[in-house]
């Protein structure tokens, strides 16, 4: 794709000019004349005097403020090797900006003490993002820096935590530990963990337990340790981790089996307690593992020492349909769509390995346009695309809705009326097929509105590969720069793109997921929040015992957009 940066004028004009030897200038005189000879040579010394100071005074003038025109080429030909510069940067170098964010820790949401140089992400990303920051409650800093203090007192090797740990391995409950555990196990894909995580950090919260973090294959080389002192990451040594990987819907000691074999919650609650319970929130449990979303149910999970959970939802949006939790979480979060962004915004930093794929991809490719679109695409078919019906759907979606401009098929060339405008397209997708397809559209022919429409995509993996670490830096990486973007449209079903949208603080434009190889009309509809939607939510009333739409019961937990037996929380409710 052609670029078209603006070249450093080179007109010549303006240039500093030396000042004249004024020793060789001839002095004009009159006809000698005795009686003037004294005054005249006084006055010759004097015109001297005053032409030399006023060659001197234009030096320094020249010197010290250079002509503008001269000032501008200097500086458009030091942004261009800056520029190129940061483009070839090594892999081990960031593209640092210059500015010092003016609030580095979000409105006091992230705490102090850390080194800053160890996770550069944490404070300058604030200086890559647009807009006005959505804000923390006082409530959640509060809370933030209570869980901190609590994960400083009981986290890994702590006094407190090797108690526990020893009490587990010998298969004895103690009910006076002071400390409390959510082991989050590593599963699924990225965005899967990322989304099931914020859920278990949010519920770690909610019942002041200390999260621990499995960190499976990749963990510490994509995020930064979120909390000052004490490290999330599960140790190594920990009893039950040879077991996280047989941990499935059949296993005996996930709380829906504990519930069936002993017949009733009462039968449970009166036999002797568990030192710890397995959660199988996995989108394939059954009616016994979904009772976890019920207040009685919670009640006796609250006195288990240690929660094991595995899942790949995002489960927070029936956390605020737990009667127990309904206050806190409302004086948490009184803005019901910026759970996910104020979570993922503490959480998730991208460690430095990360952060300069991201910042080297921004500031060579994104950082002067006039606007930054994103546009990720995720198609679930059995067969490797790129498909014609899936790059219809993009553009017309893409079009319809003003997002990238029309294409003129009558001219060569457009003159824009006004400004030309420079549009910046980042695409991502496991195949580059859609990208040179929008691409080459955008070369061949102008826009109507004679605006530059530049298109990049960072990689094509071709197929997903959760287990391979680069391939996840890569995706951990492009999830951010789409967050980064403007405006945005993401595909139905993908946690990539609810990662990206969440963390960017964006409501996309939704592509429909098409039937029969068929572009979807209308091909997309703008979200009605930026948060995630939860995949297998539970249609069960605790209260009542029966089923219910659980859509349907409060006004900021409606059904999603993409997925009709899906939830999502929601500020105000439009109709579908």
């Known amino acids: 794709m052609k670029r078209f940066n603006k070249a450093p004028t080179d007109s010549g004009e303006g240039q500093p000019t030396t000042a004249g030897d004024h020793g060789n200038e001839a002095v004009p005189r009159g006809p000698e004349c005795k009686c003037?000879?004294?005054?005249?040579?006084?006055?010759?010394?004097?015109?001297?005097?005053?032409?030399?100071?006023s060659g001197l005074f234009s030096v320094s003038v020249v010197l010290r403020d250079p002509p503008l025109d001269v000032l501008w080429t200097v500086v458009e030909a030091r942004n261009l090797d800056h520029r190129v510069r940061k483009a070839i940067l090594p892999e081990d170098d960031l593209a640092r900006p210059v500015q010092v964010p003016k609030d580095k820790f979000l409105g006091d949401i992230l705490p102090t003490g850390f080194d800053e140089k160890s996770c550069l992400s944490r404070y300058q990303s604030l200086l890559y993002r647009q807009g006005v920051p959505r804000k923390a409650s006082p409530h959640l800093i509060s809370k933030l820096r209570s869980y901190e203090a609590l994960h400083k007192k009981c986290g890994p090797y702590t006094a407190l935590y090797?108690?526990?740990?020893?009490?587990?391995?010998?298969?004895?409950?103690?009910?006076?530990?002071?400390?409390?555990?959510l082991v989050w196990i590593s599963f699924s894909g990225l965005g899967n963990r990322i989304l099931t995580l914020a859920s278990a950090f949010l519920y770690a919260l909610l019942t002041e337990r200390v999260l621990l973090v499995d960190p499976g294959n990749d963990i510490p080389d994509l995020f930064c340790e979120p909390f000052p002192d004490v490290s999330w990451l599960l140790p190594l040594d920990f009893p039950l981790t040879n077991q996280f990987n047989g941990f499935n819907q059949k296993s005996r000691e996930s709380y829906g089996n504990l519930l069936k074999s002993s017949n009733s919650l009462g039968n449970l609650t009166g036999s002797a307690p568990q030192p710890y319970v397995y959660l199988h929130l996995v989108h394939d449990y059954d009616d016994h593992d979904k009772l976890f979303f019920c207040d009685q149910d919670q009640s006796y999970l609250q006195k288990i020492p240690w929660l094991v959970m595995k899942t790949d939802n995002y489960f927070i949006p029936s956390l605020f349909l737990i009667h127990s939790f309904e206050q806190e979480l409302h004086n948490l979060f009184p803005d019901k769509e910026t759970v996910f962004h104020l979570l993922g915004r503490y959480l998730f930093h991208p460690t430095n390995s990360v952060w300069g794929l991201i910042s080297r991809y921004y500031e060579a490719y994104l950082s002067k346009a006039d606007v930054k679109v994103g546009i990720q695409i995720r198609v679930f078919d059995t067969e490797t695309g790129p498909f014609k019906h899936v790059l219809d759907q993009i553009l017309s979606c893409t079009i319809k809705e003003g997002i990238l401009p029309?294409?003129?098929?009558?001219?060569?060339?457009?003159?824009?009326?006004?400004?030309?405008?420079?549009?910046?397209?980042?695409?991502?997708?496991l195949s580059s097929g859609y990208f040179e397809e929008v691409r080459d559209l955008y070369w061949e022919?102008?826009?109507?509105?004679?605006?530059v429409i530049e298109v990049y995509q960072p990689s094509h993996e071709g197929h997903q590969q959760t287990e391979k670490q680069n391939h996840n830096r890569k995706a951990w990486a492009e999830m951010y720069l789409l967050s980064l973007t403007d405006k945005l449209v993401t595909s139905s079903w993908s946690t990539f793109g609810y990662v990206a949208q969440g963390l960017g603080n964006l409501k996309p434009w939704i592509l429909y997921k098409p039937e029969n190889r068929t572009a979807p009309d209308p091909p997309c509809r703008r979200a009605m929040s930026?948060?995630?939607?939860?995949?297998?939510?539970?249609?069960?009333?605790?209260?009542?015992?029966?089923?219910?739409?659980?859509?349907?019961?409060?006004?900021?937990?409606?059904?999603?957009?993409?997925?009709?037996?899906?939830?999502?929380?929601?500020?105000?409710?439009?109709e579908l």
């Open 36 to 53: 003037g000879l004294n005054l005249m040579k006084l006055m010759g010394v004097f015109l001297v005097l005053v032409m030399g100071f």
């Open 406 to 429: 029309q294409i003129n098929e009558q001219e060569p060339v457009v003159n824009p009326s006004g400004k030309r405008k420079t549009v910046s397209v980042l695409m991502t997708s």
């Open 162 to 181: 090797n108690k526990t740990v020893e009490d587990l391995k010998l298969g004895r409950y103690s009910s006076t530990s002071d400390c409390k555990y």
């Open 530 to 574: 930026m948060e995630p939607c939860f995949h297998a939510p539970p249609f069960y009333d605790c209260k009542l015992r029966r089923g219910v739409d659980t859509g349907a019961l409060v006004p900021h937990v409606k059904h999603c957009e993409d997925m009709s037996w899906g939830l999502k929380l929601v500020e105000q409710y439009t």
């Open 445 to 451: 022919h102008p826009t109507v509105t004679g605006d």
